[in-house]
């Protein structure tokens, strides 16, 4: 899932929450074995829980911490604070169950604190735990400052692009440049085979001798991860809306344009039977009132209460958020009513969060980068995290001029996938150019697990995490993965689906898996 950054308010906020399901750790130490760095003092750790401090947050809601090395490969070089958030299990715990929502960018503490009701099932018997992963939230957040603004103008203008892209990709180079600048030293060490390590972390931390997980979205892909660096403290994991392991962020785009759309001509529909649909009751025709708005605003933005104008772009980015859950569609459609009748932004940018700043401090004297506070978090965080980590995550590093010669190829690819979310999805995908390349770890190595049987999840209907991934890495894992077929829309099932839900909690309670291949309906048919 990617996103792009952008001075004015981030139209790339994720909707479904996800749960890195963060179990406590196994209670054996791992050693220091030769030239393998000492973990001890790490894997020593136990977290303090208590109240949670600077934020408004249910009553039941404890918040603690824990530390993890800056550099595993150099755990004296510096560490980190991560925050965590629990609900305590209502009667005696038998452990955790460890939450990640997604993003990759997405802040678990706030996540669970405004959405933690679909959860509450699960602590029955478990603690429910969720974290703000290293360069996110309170954990040492990263950000990109105000150099980003003119990326996004210029990867927002095809004009600007088609006449002179080696600029445009000086500018995305420059934007990089600005990220290493206000992000800290955080942002070599960001992504996710670090994040599966600091899971590790603590799941010892937390008391539990196996991780008991569920992630939804980019969760699945941290999830995967860790079940091939750890593969014997595998406990009870659920991946809801699978992420591809495989797809290069090129190939990744176009999935997303082409889910995107479908959706969207799903929501036209719906909207079309409305007498107060602003596009028409006649979908054909809505269909082309959508593409013409989109080309109006970027012709002519218009202008928003935060001072910036509201491109067609913009849009594009707030539709698409919305597109992640049907229960989403009354709004969209009050939304752009108010827009296209009275010119009045603010409905879209409901869908939107934060604009951009600066971060304060993001670290001590000693080496030591604890919390930050909830009010110090950059606005951009989400975008920049979000970008930061799928970077990281991907080896493919093209040139300007492999760039530069693919470019009408690309086009056409995005445009044919969607005329509404095509271009949209272009520029996103040449925002990793100026930055080191990434890992090839999760592309070569997470495949082939050893280890106990997982449930997986695929939504046939999912704009996001298109179905066919989660069929080609339930392959790519081999025998450990269980597949369930929800065959329903709205991005992952848990929340959206009673079938779903109760599957994964019959799982995660009480190990009952259903048989693979097995499947859930339509919501609207339970």
């Not at 409305?274 to 218009?302: H, K, M, N, W, Y």
């Not at 993001?362 to 506070?373: A, I, W």
């Not at 179905?467 to 099932?493: E, F, I, M």
């Not at 839900?501 to 048919?525: I, M, Q, T």
Request: glycine share 12%; charged share 25%; net charge negative.
């Amino acid at each position: 899932m990617l996103g792009k950054l952008s001075k004015r308010p981030a139209l790339r906020h994720f909707a479904v929450i996800s749960a890195v399901g963060l179990t406590v750790l196994g209670l054996g130490l791992p050693a220091a074995d030769g030239d393998e760095p000492d973990l001890t003092r790490f894997y020593r750790q136990k977290v303090a829980w208590g109240k949670c401090q600077g934020m408004e947050a249910p009553k039941d809601l404890q918040c603690g911490k824990v530390t993890v090395p800056l550099d595993y490969a150099d755990p004296k070089a510096g560490t980190l604070d991560l925050a965590l958030a629990r609900y305590r299990a209502t009667g005696e715990a038998r452990g955790s169950v460890l939450l990640n929502f997604g993003g990759p960018g997405g802040a678990g503490v706030d996540q669970l604190a405004y959405g933690g009701k679909d959860f509450m099932g699960l602590t029955d018997d478990y603690d429910v735990v969720t974290f703000d992963p290293r360069g996110v939230g309170r954990s040492s957040p990263v950000s990109c400052g105000d150099g980003a603004e003119a990326t996004a103008d210029s990867t927002d203008d095809s004009t600007e692009l088609d006449a002179d892209p080696q600029a445009v990709l000086e500018e995305i180079r420059a934007t990089a440049a600005s990220c290493a600048k206000h992000s800290g030293p955080v942002l070599p060490h960001i992504g996710t085979v670090n994040a599966s390590r600091d899971l590790d972390v603590m799941r010892q931390a937390v008391g539990d001798k196996k991780l008991n997980y569920l992630g939804f979205s980019y969760g699945t892909r941290l999830g995967a991860v860790y079940a091939k660096q750890f593969p014997d403290k595998v406990g009870r994991m659920v991946l809801d809306g699978v992420d591809t392991l495989t797809e290069p962020l090129t190939e990744q785009g176009v999935a997303g344009a082409q889910g995107q759309h479908k959706a969207l001509e799903e929501f036209v529909e719906w909207c079309a039977e409305d007498i107060g649909c602003p596009f028409g009751q006649d979908v054909r025709t809505a269909r082309e009132e959508v593409e013409r708005l989109v080309e109006s605003l970027d012709e002519d933005p218009v202008p928003t209460d935060f001072g910036d104008e509201f491109t067609g772009q913009d849009l594009v980015g707030a539709i698409g958020q919305a597109l992640y859950s049907e229960d989403l569609w009354p709004s969209l459609q009050r939304a752009l009513t108010s827009l296209v009748e009275d010119g009045d932004t603010r409905g879209v940018l409901g869908f939107a969060s934060g604009g951009m700043t600066v971060p304060g401090r993001n670290g001590d004297d000693d080496g030591h980068s604890g919390l930050v506070d909830t009010e110090d978090v950059p606005l951009d965080n989400l975008p920049a995290a979000l970008m930061a980590i799928n970077c990281a995550d991907d080896p493919d590093r093209p040139s300007a001029e492999d760039i530069t010669r693919d470019l009408d190829r690309l086009r056409a690819a995005y445009e044919r996938a969607s005329p509404v979310f095509g271009r949209y999805r272009l520029t996103e995908v040449l925002m990793c150019y100026g930055r080191p390349k990434g890992t090839d770890f999760i592309r070569e190595e997470v495949k082939d697990l050893d280890g106990p049987k997982m449930l997986l999840i695929g939504t046939r209907g999912d704009p996001a995490t298109p179905y066919r991934w989660t069929t080609q890495t339930a392959r790519r894992l081999g025998p450990s993965a269980v597949v369930l077929d929800n065959r329903d829309g709205g991005h992952t099932g848990y929340a959206s689906s009673k079938c779903v839900h109760e599957k994964v909690d019959a799982f995660l309670l009480y190990g009952s898996l259903p048989a693979n291949g097995s499947s859930c309906g339509p919501a609207r048919e339970e």
